[in-house]
C-alpha cells in the first residue's frame, strides 16, 4: 500500500527526470568551458577587487556540482614578483548555512603551501563587504609563504594548523571581533638580533591562542617549547591597520635549558647576565614596543 502511488506512468517520468539530471552533470562535467570561465572569474574578481591581480589557469565543475580552480594566483594590482597567495587547487560551492540566515556566501577548501584549508565568507546583506570570515588551515608549510618576512618583519619556518574567525558589524574586518588558535611545530624564528650566540629559536612547538575585539588582540595563550627552552607569555596588543605597526604588552616567564648555551662566550656571558634574575629555574621578562620592533626587557 505505502508504493501504490508509485504507478507505470510515475515510474517513467520519475526515471526519464533522474535520467536528465544525470545527462546535465555528465555534459558540465566533460563540456564545460574551462578557459571561458577562468577568464570570467578572473575579470569577476577584479572587478570586486581592484587592488589586486588575479590569475587562474582552469576552471572546472566536480561530481558534487562545485566549482574547482587549478593555479590560482593573487597578486597586488601594481606590484611585481611573488604573488600574495598562491594554491594549486581551489574548490567553491554556495554557502547554504549563510543563505538560511540571509546572506551571501561561499564555502571553500583548497590545497597550497605543502597542507590544505577550508573555510568560509559571508557577505553582508545590504552591500559586498564582508562580515564573517572562517578559516581552518592543515599542515602548511610556512617557510614556503614568500611574503611571510614581509608580514611579520622576519623569516619563520614550521608546519602550521589551526582556526580563524573573524566577524564585523562595519564590513571592516579590522574593526571586529573574532579568535585565533593555531599551532606551529618543528621550526625555528629568526631574531631581530643575536640572543646568547643564536641568530634563530628552534622549537618543537607553539601555542597560540587570540581573542580580538574593539580593534584589541588579547593573547590567552602564547606556549612554546623546543630543544632550548619553553616558556608562557600573556598580554595584549593595540591593532593598527598596519599589522606590524600593533603594540605590545606582554609578560611571561621562560625557562632555557641551560646546558644548551655552556660552551660558547656569547652563551656563559648571557647565562652570568641572566642568573640573578633566575626564580624557580625561570626568568620574567615584558615585551613592549610593536610587533616589527619588539622591546624585550627583564623582569
Known amino acids: 500500500m505505502a508504493m501504490g502511488w508509485l504507478t507505470p506512468d510515475r515510474k517513467k517520468w520519475l526515471g526519464f527526470g533522474a535520467w536528465l539530471l544525470f545527462v546535465t552533470v555528465v555534459a558540465l562535467l566533460t563540456r564545460f568551458p574551462a578557459d571561458m570561465a577562468a577568464d570570467y572569474a578572473e575579470r569577476a574578481l577584479a572587478e570586486r577587487l581592484p587592488g589586486y591581480r588575479f590569475a587562474i589557469d582552469e576552471v572546472a565543475v566536480t561530481p558534487l556540482l562545485r566549482l574547482r580552480a587549478t593555479g590560482c594566483r593573487v597578486s ?117 638580533q643575536p640572543v646568547m650566540g643564536r641568530a634563530a629559536f628552534g622549537f618543537d612547538e607553539v601555542v597560540l591562542a587570540l581573542s580580538i575585539a574593539k580593534r584589541k588582540m588579547s593573547v590567552k595563550r602564547f606556549e612554546l617549547a623546543g630543544r632550548e627552552g619553553r616558556g608562557r607569555i600573556t598580554g595584549s596588543a593595540a591593532l593598527h591597520d598596519r599589522l606590524l605597526f600593533s603594540r605590545l ?41 610593536t610587533i616589527a620592533q619588539p622591546k624585550i626587557r627583564l623582569l
Open 249 to 289: 604588552s606582554l609578560q611571561g616567564g621562560i625557562e632555557l635549558d641551560q646546558n644548551a648555551f655552556h660552551g660558547t662566550p656569547e652563551g656563559e656571558e648571557a647565562l652570568a647576565v641572566l642568573q640573578p634574575f633566575v626564580r624557580n629555574g625561570r626568568f620574567r621578562i615584558g615585551v613592549d614596543g
Open 76 to 192: 597586488a594590482a601594481e606590484a611585481q614578483g611573488e604573488p600574495i597567495l598562491q594554491f594549486a587547487e581551489v574548490e567553491v560551492a554556495p554557502s547554504w548555512w549563510g543563505l538560511l540566515r540571509g546572506r551571501k556566501g561561499v564555502c571553500f577548501s583548497g590545497k597550497g603551501y605543502g597542507g590544505e584549508m577550508e573555510g568560509s565568507i559571508l557577505l553582508r546583506p545590504d552591500s559586498m563587504r564582508l562580515e564573517e570570515v572562517a578559516l581552518h588551515l592543515r599542515k602548511m608549510q610556512v617557510r614556503r609563504y614568500p611574503r611571510l618576512k614581509e608580514l611579520l618583519g622576519r623569516k619563520m619556518a614550521g608546519e602550521i594548523s589551526g582556526d580563524l574567525l573573524l566577524s564585523a558589524t562595519t564590513g571592516r574586518l579590522a574593526d571586529g571581533d573574532g579568535s585565533v588558535e593555531f599551532s606551529l611545530r618543528n621550526g625555528e624564528v629568526e631574531l631581530l
